[in-house]
Nanobody, 122 residues
């Protein structure tokens, strides 16, 4: 069973950057595909980005493509989300997720972190 802990959230001005990290423990990290989701107040949790267990395949939501980059370091059991050109609409709690299945929907992921808050001020 995999435990996930996110970090790196905070308050940033529009146009700024943040890098989120998600540290995994309790399982063989390289066996799991990982993803980032986010949930804004009053909205459903939505897909942001996913990366395959070997790192060779990535997918992004249209709203973040060309601004966000997902990456992973299997030696460090960590997945990252580099967020550039941040917009106020990126404000949300960001969640890391893992699964033996690769996908872009919540139902495909069964391990979740507690989330980290990202607030983008205009």
């Amino acid at each position: 069973q995999v435990q996930l802990v996110e970090s790196g959230g905070g308050l940033v001005q529009a146009g700024g950057s943040l890098r989120l990290s998600c540290a995994a423990s309790g399982g063989v990290f390289r066996n799991y595909h990982t993803a980032w989701f986010r949930q804004a107040p009053g909205k459903e949790r939505e897909f942001v980005a996913a990366i395959s267990r070997g790192g060779g395949t990535t997918n992004y939501a249209v709203s973040v493509k060309d601004r966000f980059t997902i990456a992973r370091d299997n030696a460090k059991n960590t997945v990252y989300l580099q967020m550039n050109s941040l917009k106020p609409e990126d404000t949300a709690v960001y969640y890391c997720a893992a699964s033996i299945y690769y996908g872009t929907t919540r139902s495909e992921y069964n391990y979740w972190g507690q989330g980290t808050q990202v607030t983008v001020a205009s």
